[in-house]
């Protein structure tokens, strides 16, 4: 279901009336094409990111000279509706990002006692999380990956 946000319809409150944005067969025809190219490309994308799956459908709607970027929300939004995309059921970034701000709050010139959470300020932040990071100011390039 499409939120206001990518509705493709202009509603005119005063008269009571929704007019539909519509895709005129005869106009439109080459949306049928860049269709079959989107659900080749999410039938194609199992195992990828949200984010890789919606550039490549961008990539795609962005060929289409008078598709506006309401009319890709909205096309992109009805495709991820139909489709299904796997959780992070070990909450592996949910862990790291909690892991990050509670390190992080220790240090925050505002918080004197962190809520809920221990107050231990041991170590570097870099050195206490389970990956390798780039130190500030250093112009080495460190890979950082969830495993």
Known sequence: MLTSQEALAEFDFANGLIRPGPLIRSTHAHYLAAAEQLLKTYADSVGATRQVVHQHAEDILDQLPDCSS?????IIKLLDDASQYA????????KLREQVFQAAAARHPLVFKAEGGSNRNTGRLSERL???WVSPGSRSSVSCSLT
């Open 130 to 132: 389970p990956h390798r």
């Open 87 to 94: 959780s992070d059921s070990g909450r592996r970034a949910t």
């Open 70 to 74: 309401r009319r890709m929300s909205a």
